[in-house]
Structure formats: structure tokens, C-alpha cells
């Protein structure tokens, strides 16, 4: 390859390319095989024999030569039923919800007669995808800082609805990566101020116990998403949003037809039909998340954050995560280290609960790498 050529794709790159995306690291994802794998906030558990085996049964008739049914109605309707949502709300499903984070602010992205992009509001820390998304689509991304132990600062949140009016607000809920589920009349007063939409994001609802699901299609600007990603099919790619018909209705508009594969649809619909499978494995997590709590809680020097997720983040003494999470690595334990992120996760690891034998093996050898 000569050199002449190589400066010129970086010359084209440099020409084309937005500055913005350019100055962006593409999510990278560590490789995880022959370690235990409790960075990703997947469920460990696999299903009966059984159900596997009447699964394969259902995959061999679907039709891999046409194209799936763009509205996935069946899909939806058993959805709603699973998910509770109410008669008076819309659904609108997207390929993971991060493809329905993309399709909302693909629709809100606008720029003011001086050329500022709209606003997405969240908080920090919070889910990476909002402030990710914001950029690919133009938009302006503000953060209000949590409190020090991860609670909302509502006069600080609303302060900053006023000075920003944002066309969209991020509320995960519980919140990612802290566990924790903010105060309920605090979103409340957050939902009354919104100037454009907000969505209270529950991917960790199978494991909290509070919801607005109830309020969906009942507050004009209120959307409530959700995904099956966290209550054991991460590997389908599928996430709801319930609202009002009318919202949802824009935001179709730049959904592709057939985001949702004959695969994903089939097999969904099928889990669903399953549900009290997936429901014991959840309820187990949530013990084996109590269980994990207290084992960590016990090592010295390090703060837990109660959850209701199915994670746990938690601070070692000052400078010592990211040693901590190489020594875990090297004895074949991968978790998350937060805190290359900085600010208020600097010193934070965040270990997903996993199986009762994982979450073991995890303690130990934390144990041992805090030594
Ligand atoms: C994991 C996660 C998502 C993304 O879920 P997918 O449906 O897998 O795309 C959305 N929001 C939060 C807060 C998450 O932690």
C-alpha cells in the first residue's frame, strides 16, 4: 500500500466524515469466552430441555424467505398481555430498545434558526446510549449530575428543563449503572415539566418493584420503554415503547419496515407463551442479587450500592478498581469497569448477579485480588 494512498483516505475521511462521529470510539464490546461473564447484565440461565426442543420445533416452519410481518401484530398483542400494558396505550417495537432510543431521536432531531441542535435531557451517570445516540443524530446532550448516593436532584433536574427546554427527556429507571430506582414523586414533578416527551426507560423492570407502566397512554407526553434483553433474551433484540397513539405514530414514521427479523418474532412470541420460565429465572436472580449484596457488603473497603436491578455497583478504596478488575480478569472473571468513566464513577466495578456458582467464584476471587 503506498503512502500517497493511505493520506488520502484519511484526507476523504477527514472531508466527509462528520467531526462529530469522528471523534467518537465505536461501543466496544471485550471479548468473553472461557471466563465468567458477568459484565453484560445477561440472565446466565438457559431453558428446560424441553422447551428447547419445542422451540426447534417452531423455528423449522418459519418461513426464512419472506419478509416478516411488518407490524408484528401478533407479537404485540402478546406483548401488551405480558407486559400489562394498558388498553388506552399504543406499542411501537423496536430491534433492542437502543433502535428505539435511535427512532425517537431521529424524529426529535432539529436544529434552531441558529443551527443548535434540540436537547436530550438525562441524568449522570446514566445509560450511555442516550448521550451516544444524541450525538449520531445531531442533537444537544445535557446531564444533570446525580446526588452522591446516586438519588435524582429534582431542583437541580427542573432548573435545568427550564434553562434547556429539551424536546426529550431519559429517566432509566431503575437507573443504569447505579441500581438504584429514583423517588417516584420526584419523576412525577419531572413528567408535569416536561416541555416535549419523556421516557421512563425499565429495562430492569422484571427486577424492581415499581413501574409507570399503569400511567402509559394516560399522560400526553409520558412513553414507557421496555426490553426483553434483561429477562433473558438479550440475543432477540427486541424493546417496546408504550404511549400515546399519537407520539407513537411519528416515530414509525422512521422505523425501517422490517426492523423485527420472522426469527426474533417467532421466537418472542413463543418465550411469551412460556413466560413462568422466565419469570422463576428472574425470581431466582433477585435472590441470588440479595444473596450477592450481603457477601459483598461483608469485604472490607469496598461501599455496595443497594439494586434493584440485576446488577450491582459497588466503589473499592480510592485508585484500586481498575487493578482490581485486571486481577479478576486474569482469574477469569469479567465485570464492568466504570471507572475509566470518571466523576461520580471513578473507583466503581459493577458485577452482573449471575448464577449462585458464578456469583461464588466472583466473591472468591475478589477476595483474593483485594489481598
Ligand atoms: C440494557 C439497557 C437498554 C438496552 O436494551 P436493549 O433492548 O438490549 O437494546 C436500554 N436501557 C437501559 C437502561 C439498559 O440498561
Not at 27 to 51: F, G, R, S
Not at 242 to 248: D, F, Q, S, V
Not at 250 to 266: H, I, M
Request: net charge negative; glycine share 6%.
Amino acid at each position: 500500500m503506498n503512502k500517497d494512498k493511505s493520506n488520502n483516505i484519511t484526507f476523504s475521511i477527514k472531508q466527509w466524515v462528520r467531526p462529530e462521529i469522528r471523534a467518537l470510539q465505536a461501543y466496544h464490546v471485550p471479548p468473553a469466552t472461557d471466563c465468567i461473564k458477568l459484565d453484560a447484565m445477561e440472565n446466565p440461565y438457559q431453558w428446560p430441555e424441553a422447551m428447547v426442543d419445542e422451540w426447534l420445533g417452531l423455528v423449522k416452519d418459519v418461513e426464512l424467505n419472506r419478509y416478516p410481518d411488518p407490524s408484528a401484530s401478533q407479537l404485540k398483542d402478546s406483548l401488551r398481555k405480558s407486559m400489562a400494558v394498558p388498553a388506552g396505550a399504543d406499542i411501537l417495537l423496536g430491534n433492542g430498545s437502543d433502535e428505539l432510543i435511535q427512532m425517537l431521536l431521529m424524529a426529535l432531531a432539529n436544529k434552531d434558526s441558529s443551527g443548535k441542535g434540540s436537547t436530550v435531557l438525562s441524568v449522570d451517570p446514566s445509560f450511555v446510549m442516550y448521550n451516544m445516540v444524541a450525538t449520531y443524530t445531531g442533537m444537544n446532550y445535557i446531564s444533570v449530575p446525580l446526588n452522591d448516593n446516586f438519588s435524582l436532584d429534582v431542583a437541580a433536574f427542573i432548573t435545568a428543563i427550564e434553562q434547556h427546554t429539551p424536546a426529550i427527556i431519559f429517566i432509566a429507571y431503575p437507573n443504569n449503572p447505579t441500581g438504584n430506582l429514583f423517588d417516584r414523586s420526584d419523576l412525577q414533578k419531572i413528567i408535569n415539566a416536561a416541555p416535549g416527551v419523556i421516557v421512563i426507560d425499565e429495562a430492569y423492570h422484571a427486577f424492581a418493584n415499581d413501574s409507570f407502566m399503569d400511567k402509559a397512554g394516560q399522560t400526553d407526553n409520558l412513553l414507557v420503554m421496555r426490553t426483553v434483553s434483561k429477562m433473558g433474551l438479550a440475543g432477540l433484540r427486541l424493546g417496546l415503547l408504550a404511549g400515546k397513539t399519537e407520539w407513537l405514530n411519528e416515530f414509525d414514521k422512521v422505523r425501517l419496515p422490517y426492523n423485527l427479523n420472522v426469527l426474533t418474532q417467532a421466537t418472542a412470541q413463543f418465550a411469551l407463551q412460556h413466560q413462568s420460565v422466565l419469570d422463576e429465572q428472574t425470581q431466582t436472580i433477585c435472590k441470588n442479587r440479595a444473596l450477592l449484596f450481603a457477601a459483598l457488603s461483608e469485604i472490607e473497603g469496598l461501599q455496595v450500592y443497594p439494586s434493584q436491578a440485576n446488577f450491582i455497583l459497588f466503589r473499592t478504596r480510592q485508585s484500586e478498581a481498575t487493578a482490581i478488575f485486571n486481577k479478576l480478569k486474569a482469574a477469569g472473571v469479567l465485570i464492568k469497569n466504570l471507572s475509566p468513566v470518571g466523576g461520580a464513577l471513578t473507583d466503581c466495578l459493577r458485577v452482573t448477579v449471575g448464577t449462585q456458582e458464578e456469583n461464588t467464584a466472583f466473591i472468591k476471587a475478589l477476595a483474593l485480588a483485594l489481598e
